[in-house]
Nanobody, 120 residues
């Protein structure tokens, strides 16, 4: 069983910053790609940023230049540094991870989500 636990969400004023963290734990061989998604009320879940095990990244156009994704392969963690936050960034943020299990099968896991609210 693999678990992803997010932390770091909260309420912040426009222009402020937050850093989200996501820790992976459980029994697995390795983690391939990791990413952050978000879902605002009434909207579909969308990709925010993703990072491969080698460190290659991609971002949604709406967050380029403001958000930075990084990961610690030793600690099995992924981070999302969010700067210059805007009200439209308000959403529940989820991390995910494509995990290689000891059986040789890849599976995608999701965290439970953390709320980010940007408001004055």
């Amino acid at each position: 069983q693999v678990q992803l636990v997010e932390s770091g969400g909260g309420l912040v004023q426009p222009g402020g910053s937050l850093r989200l963290s996501c820790a992976a734990s459980g029994s697995f061989f390795s983690i391939n790609a990791m990413g952050w998604y978000r879902q605002a009320p009434g909207k579909e879940r969308e990709l925010v940023a993703a990072i491969t095990s080698g460190g290659s990244t991609n971002y949604a156009d709406s967050v380029k230049g403001r958000f930075t994704i990084s990961r610690d392969n030793v600690k099995n963690m992924v981070y999302l540094q969010m700067n210059n936050l805007k009200p439209e960034d308000t959403a529940v943020y989820y991390c995910n991870a494509r995990v290689l299990l000891s059986s040789g099968v890849f599976r995608l896991y999701w965290g439970q989500g953390t709320q980010v609210t940007v408001s004055s």
